[in-house]
Nanobody
Framework: QVHLVDSGGDSVQPGGSLRLSCTMS????????VGWFRQAPGKEREAVAQ???????RYADSVQGRFTISRDGAASTRYLQMNSLKPEDTAMYYC???????????????????WGQGTQVTVSS
């Protein structure tokens, strides 16, 4: 059974940094596209960053240059390093796995079958 656990969310001031973690079990996680999504109150869930089985990454324009997605050596954990945080980055952040492919082809949340429970990031002065 696929199980994802998100952690690392916190409250920080603008310009601060956080690192989110997504620990996965129950699947050969290194073979799939893993993404980080976020959802702010009253808004739709949006993709933030993705990493595939070959460690190729891609980012939403809104976070390009500020956020970095990576994985640990054993590949069971994915990270989202977030720097230069802005108030508009405030949201619940989720990791998710697209169980169809090893490459990342979609930004659509509906294409990601397994989800973590979410971790809250609040950026405020």
């Amino acid at each position: 059974q696929v199980h994802l656990v998100d952690s690392g969310g916190d409250s920080v001031q603008p310009g601060g940094s956080l690192r989110l973690s997504c620990t996965m079990s129950g699947i050969p996680y290194k073979h799939y596209c893993v993404g980080w999504f976020r959802q702010a109150p009253g808004k739709e869930r949006e993709a933030v960053a993705q990493i595939d089985a070959d460690d190729d990454t891609r980012y939403a324009d809104s976070v390009q240059g500020r956020f970095t997605i990576s994985r640990d050596g054993a590949a069971s954990t994915r990270y989202l390093q977030m720097n230069s945080l802005k108030p508009e980055d405030t949201a619940m952040y989720y990791c998710a796995v697209d169980l169809r492919f090893s490459r990342c082809f979609s930004w659509q949340p509906s294409d990601f079958a397994a989800w973590g429970q979410g971790t809250q990031v609040t950026v405020s002065s």
